[in-house]
C-alpha cells in the first residue's frame, strides 16, 4: 500500500496540487524561487561583461554644466538643447545624459520654452 501511495504522489502532475494554469512556487520557470540556488547561466553567453567574461565598466557621467560652469541654460541656444532632445522629439532623462539634477530641470524648462516659440520640434512628425 505505501509503494501505491508513493507511485500516485510521484507520478502525474507537479506543482503542489493545482490542477490549471498558473504557476507554483518553483516549478515554474520564469518566477522567483523561494530560497533555491538560481539556475547556472549558459556559458560564454552575452551577460553584462559580453562574450569572454570581461568585468564591464561604466563610467560615472559628469553634469556638462557642471564642468564647464554654465549656470544658466538659454532658451535660445538651440544647438546646445538639441543634444537633450531624442529623435522622437522627447527630452532625454539625466541617468542617460549625465547631467545634474539642477541642470536637467533647466534644460527641460528651456527646451519647453523653446518649443512653444517654434525654435524646437514637439515632435518628430
Known amino acids: 500500500m ?3 501511495i508513493g507511485q500516485r504522489s510521484s507520478g502525474g502532475h507537479t506543482g503542489g496540487g493545482h490542477t490549471g494554469g498558473g504557476h507554483s512556487g518553483g516549478g515554474y520557470a ?3 524561487s523561494e530560497g533555491g540556488p538560481r539556475a547556472p547561466r549558459p556559458a ?5 561583461g559580453g562574450p569572454g567574461g570581461r568585468k564591464f565598466f ?7 554644466f557642471c564642468v564647464e560652469k554654465i549656470d544658466g541654460v538659454n532658451y ?14 522627447k527630452i532625454v532623462p539625466r541617468r542617460l545624459t ?15 520654452q523653446a518649443r512653444n516659440i517654434a525654435l524646437l520640434p514637439f515632435s518628430n512628425r
Open 2 to 4: 505505501a509503494e501505491q
Open 30 to 32: 520564469g518566477g522567483r
Open 44 to 48: 560564454g553567453g552575452g551577460g553584462p
Open 58 to 64: 561604466r563610467r560615472k557621467k559628469v553634469c556638462k
Open 76 to 89: 535660445k541656444d538651440v544647438r546646445l538643447l538639441q543634444g537633450f532632445v531624442a529623435e522622437s522629439g
Open 98 to 112: 549625465g547631467v545634474c539634477t539642477r541642470h536637467q530641470r533647466r534644460v527641460s524648462a528651456a527646451i519647453k
